[in-house]
């Protein structure tokens, strides 16, 4: 099952294995969940390539929450 404390090393095994489907799913998952997938040690080991995918992908997107945080008048 996939789940927020297993889903990198999920990711890197797919990519190792050449599991591409797998591994577009685990990138699309650690978007969604992509505040909870920040925080963890295992994200911080990702290479950059990676970690921009990612980044493009999350869920609220950046934009989204840089705004939420202006007062509408």
Not at 36 to 48: D, P, S, T
Not at 49 to 63: L, N
């Amino acid at each position: 099952m996939l789940q927020v404390n297993n889903v990198v090393n999920l990711y890197e095994h797919a990519q190792i294995h050449n599991a591409t489907f797998l591994a577009e799913h685990c990138m699309w998952f650690m978007g969604v969940h992509f505040s909870k997938i920040v925080k963890r040690k295992e994200y911080k080991g990702l290479a950059i390539e990676d970690k921009e995918k990612i980044e493009t992908k999350r869920w609220p997107p950046s934009e989204f929450v840089d705004s939420s945080n202006c007062s509408i008048q």
